[in-house]
């Protein structure tokens, strides 16, 4: 049950209907979400022909404007596959471009020395909120949603105002273009990337990656098996800030700027997109590659809008909250399938 | 519980340390504004920081109380600040349209548009709830994520104001010398607590919250009870949401109610009522939410920067939580407690609710 890398056994299989397989095969909402975004990027075509949609900078642009938000909802993937939650990833996210600013622009130091102390700022942070939760038995809601009030505040400490970075390392850092044939990537897009990879590798082919499926699956069974259930969950939500705080980073290079309100509620963008890439809330089930998709939808929804023209920015948050309901709705109906 | 010194009944009391907070945190305020507790009567109204701590806090109060019944069926609603955002919304775009914005029938008119949509919103949570069996926490985030697109699509983006002296009463009136609002929390207090206190709604509530399964089988209608409580907890947010947009007569969907509904979770949290379900306190809530605005205050008059205001209440969440955890109570204070009464923790947790939940009492 816990060992999710599986399909459905042979037995459910023989003595279900084709129906009820389909349905049951936990790859299914990836593929769903694949075929989705199959089908919107086709309407972008048909309908922005003449606008340049077709080009590949276009497809591209997807992974440059949603770095962060793909390395952001990486982190929150494995909280959720453990059975957890994150609250607090926009405001980390928030607080490393305010800290990265705030140390680039007003204490001089060069951004190679920063990047490692944002990361570790993130990474400690998050391994604070997994201890609480994992040795008091809090719940994760709650402690999380303690750290977003406190790096949000925190990020008021540092300036109510904005900081804008005019460092030129980091402008290059961000100018840099990675050429492939016609277009090009972002550094941000490339690290995006990367970690999409490594999470990938880790979730599938480490026993690392087993326990956390394995808790988010059934935490009892874990416990009993003799999984190293607290270190594994500390290890998750260390994780998650880790990457929100890379997250930051990255989103500051796209943004050039620190401000106390960026990412306000990029947490809940990054749970849709999780949840939209198919991983189920309740943990256990779900892989990485979903999570990938549903940035990608989560993006192409907003290049739609831009392209439309017309369309309102607050149109983005309807659709995402209309696919988020699907998405929702395709996961109960496969869970009860699951369970009879 | 008659053998034990009265000292130790009132300290076990579920309103003891909501209560002593709240005193400790008015009474940090005396030495910074002598004046504190005084209350001026100007112009036939009554000023002083007091009552503006329960005016500011009025709309928190109520959406704290009707999140207090959803958390006590062992859910969540997220949806709430939408839901504010989008009954101010409405409202304000339909008076602001009408040629007399201060008619009476139009203003009425209009608060039924935007107390029907909260409903609307309820009766869709409590339906993915209650009905399609979606865990509370993710139903809701549908409506948390969508509305304020919504509400901002209801605005077209821009802060509708309007100019209407009856709905300005509503959140920013005066009404027997007091803020109107005031009226309007204790009348919804008065009525949650009457009815789920003195009838056997609460009972109800607390045993779907407890095990819904079981109840169900007992032959109470979980389902029903549930989407009762959405309901209830989105038309709190809606009169909730015409206090704040008629206090600014203006509606933001972008920022009416923005986190609200972290500070109403967390008023509960500290009011005493486990967010596993099963039991609750109005009367903690009121105090909670009164916890949290005083909170906000004290911060704004002894002069640290007001923007520490977050951390200040992340530091009150983790030490409200870490004191509710019992195993952290075991750990901190285990030795102490270990040696006195066995098995302290656990105990000292349910002892006060169980005792307590038959006859509840506003504070």
Request: hydrophobic content about 50%; charged content about 10%; glycine content about 12%.
């Amino acid at each position: 049950m816990s060992t999710t890398t599986q399909r459905p056994t042979a037995a459910d299989s023989r003595t279900t209907s084709k129906a009820a397989r389909v349905l049951g095969d936990r790859r299914l909402p990836v593929l769903v979400t694949a075929g989705l975004f199959l089908v919107m990027y086709a309407v972008g075509l048909s309908r922005y022909q003449n606008y340049g949609f077709a080009e590949a900078q276009v497809f591209l642009n997807l992974f440059i404007d949603n770095s962060y938000l793909l390395v952001a909802a990486v982190g929150a993937t494995f909280v959720i596959l453990s059975g957890g939650i994150d609250l607090s990833v926009g405001s980390v996210i928030g607080f490393t471009t305010m800290f990265t600013a705030w140390l680039v622009e007003r204490q001089g130091l060069p951004i190679v020395v920063v990047i490692p102390m944002a990361l570790a700022v993130g990474a400690f942070g998050g391994f604070l909120m997994g201890y609480v939760i994992q040795n008091f038995e809090i719940q994760p809601f709650i402690v999380t949603l303690a750290g977003l009030f406190l790096f949000r505040g925190l990020c008021l400490v540092i300036s109510k105002e904005s900081i804008s970075i005019g460092d030129s390392s980091v402008s290059s850092m961000a100018q840099t273009q990675v050429s492939l044939g016609g277009a090009f990537l972002s550094i941000g897009a490339i690290v995006a990337l990367v970690v999409l990879a490594a999470a990938f590798y880790v979730l599938h082919y480490t026993r690392f990656g087993r326990r956390v499926y394995a808790i988010g699956g059934n935490e009892q069974s874990a416990l009993l098996m003799g999984l190293p259930q607290g270190g594994t969950k500390i290890a998750v939500y260390t994780m998650s800030g880790f990457c929100s705080a890379l997250a930051g980073l990255l989103f500051t290079l796209y943004i050039q700027s620190g401000d106390p309100l960026h990412a306000t509620g990029m947490e809940l963008d990054a749970i849709a997109a999780v949840v939209i890439g198919g991983t189920l809330l309740t943990g256990g089930s779900g892989y990485v590659i979903g999570t990938l998709f549903g940035v990608l939808v989560l993006g192409l929804i907003k290049s739609l809008i831009q392209f439309e023209g017309t369309l309102s920015s607050w149109w983005t948050k309807i659709a995402t909250g209309v696919l988020l309901c699907a998405f929702i709705l395709i996961q109960r109906a496969m869970t009860s399938r699951r369970k009879t | 519980m008659t053998t034990t010194p009265r000292w130790r009944a009132l300290t076990h009391h579920h309103l003891f340390w909501p209560v002593a907070v709240l005193v400790i945190l008015l009474l940090v305020n005396v030495p910074f504004t002598p004046d504190f507790f005084a209350i001026k009567m100007t112009d036939g109204h009554l000023y002083g920081s007091l009552v503006s701590i329960v005016l500011f806090g009025s709309p928190l109060i109520l959406v704290a109380v009707g999140m207090t019944l959803v958390i006590a069926t062992g859910g969540i609603d997220l949806s709430v600040g939408a839901v504010v955002a989008i009954t101010g919304a409405l409202t304000c775009s339909y008076i602001s349209d009408q040629a007399d914005q201060s008619a009476l029938s139009g203003v009425f008119l209009a608060l039924g548009i935007g107390l029907v949509a909260a409903i609307v919103c309820g009766l869709w949570n409590g339906f993915l709830v209650a009905r399609m069996g979606i865990q509370p926490i993710i139903a809701t985030l549908i409506i948390m994520v969508a509305g304020r697109g919504v509400a901002q699509l209801i605005t077209d983006g821009q802060i509708i104001t309007v100019n209407s002296e009856p709905y300005k009463l509503i959140g920013g009136g005066y009404w027997l010398t007091l803020p109107f609002s005031i009226f309007i929390v204790a009348a919804v207090v008065a009525v949650t607590v009457v009815i789920t206190r003195r009838t056997a709604l609460g009972l109800l509530v607390e045993s779907v919250g407890g095990n819904a399964e079981a109840s169900r089988l007992v032959g109470i209608r979980s389902m029903r009870i549930k989407i009762m409580v959405y309901v209830f907890c989105a038309l709190c947010a809606g009169i909730a949401g015409l206090m704040i947009s008629s206090n600014t007569s203006a509606a933001d969907g972008n920022n009416a109610g923005l986190w609200i509904e972290l500070d109403a979770i967390l008023a509960v949290v500290i009011g005493g009522t486990s967010l596993l379900g099963g039991r609750f306190s109005i009367g903690g809530t009121v105090v909670g939410a009164l916890v949290i605005q005083t909170l906000t205050t004290t911060i704004y008059t002894i002069g640290v920067p007001t923007q520490t205001n977050l951390v200040f209440k992340a530091a009150v969440v983790i030490i409200v939580c870490l004191m509710q955890s019992p195993k952290f109570r075991a750990k901190v204070f285990g030795a102490k407690l270990g040696g006195k009464q066995a098995a302290a923790p656990a105990p000292a947790e349910t002892a006060p609710a169980a005792e307590a939940s038959p006859k509840m009492e506003v504070s």
